[in-house]
Antibody, heavy 122, light 108 residues
């Protein structure tokens, strides 16, 4: 059974870089699939951040692309998210999700982690 | 950018059919996906590729799509189906992967 678990600081200061890790169990991330990050906030709703494939190929939300880096550590079976220059608008629940290459869409999310709350505040 | 539009809320009595709509300009060419989120929990995929059910999802959940509108139907809705439901799809360029604003389903 594939499980995803997000982890990282719950509080980040404005202008700093937010760093989160997604640990995957029950499946080797080097075996396939994309792996993505999505966030949820009362103001913005659900917002896709980006997804990465085992080859390192990435897709990023155009509105966040300049601040986002997603990477994989296959030795640890983890996916990482870095979001730079954060502000209060980046306060959200951050989810990690397995991303499936769709038939008519580039990707959709079939398995989600429980999410981790990140607050941006001084 | 790209937007998917859902009604904020839908209410039905137990045993009735609940229908939640999602409209988007690219839906004639792109599949719609539906997620269920119960209070305080993570998201669960309930419909993929417009009308397919993942393993473990009850048969009362079904999906359809016509033109620029996709619909999630829950036949014989149960109190436990009360949750937020989100549609998801992409724009025609494939650059914008977006979710609808969500619909709160109340079954009472």
């Amino acid at each position: 059974q594939v499980q995803l678990q997000e982890s990282g600081p719950g509080l980040v200061k404005p202008s700093d870089t937010l760093s989160l890790t997604c640990s995957v169990s029950g499946y080797s991330i080097s075996s396939g699939y994309y792996w993505g990050w999505i966030r949820q906030s009362p103001g913005m709703g659900l917002e896709w951040i980006g997804s990465i494939y085992q080859s390192g190929n990435t897709y990023y939300n155009p509105s966040l692309k300049s601040r986002v880096t997603i990477s994989m550590d296959t030795s640890k079976n983890q996916i990482s998210l870095k979001l730079s220059s954060v502000s209060a608008a980046d306060t959200a629940i951050y989810y990690c999700a397995r991303t499936v290459s769709g038939n008519r869409v580039r990707g959709y999310f079939d398995i989600w982690g429980r999410g981790t709350v990140v607050t941006v505040s001084s | 950018s790209y937007e998917l539009t859902q009604p904020p809320s839908v209410s039905v009595s137990p045993g009735q059919t609940a229908r939640i709509t999602c409209s988007g300009d690219a839906l004639p060419e792109k599949y719609a996906y539906w997620y269920q989120q119960k209070s305080g929990q993570t998201l669960v995929l309930v419909i993929y590729d417009d009308n397919k059910r993942p393993s473990g999802i009850p048969e009362r959940f079904s999906g359809s799509s016509s033109g620029t509108m996709a619909t999630l139907s829950i036949s014989g809705a149960q109190v436990e189906d009360g949750a937020d439901y989100f549609c998801y799809s992409t724009d025609n360029s494939g650059n914008f992967w977006v979710f609808g604003g969500g619909t709160k389903l109340t079954v009472l």
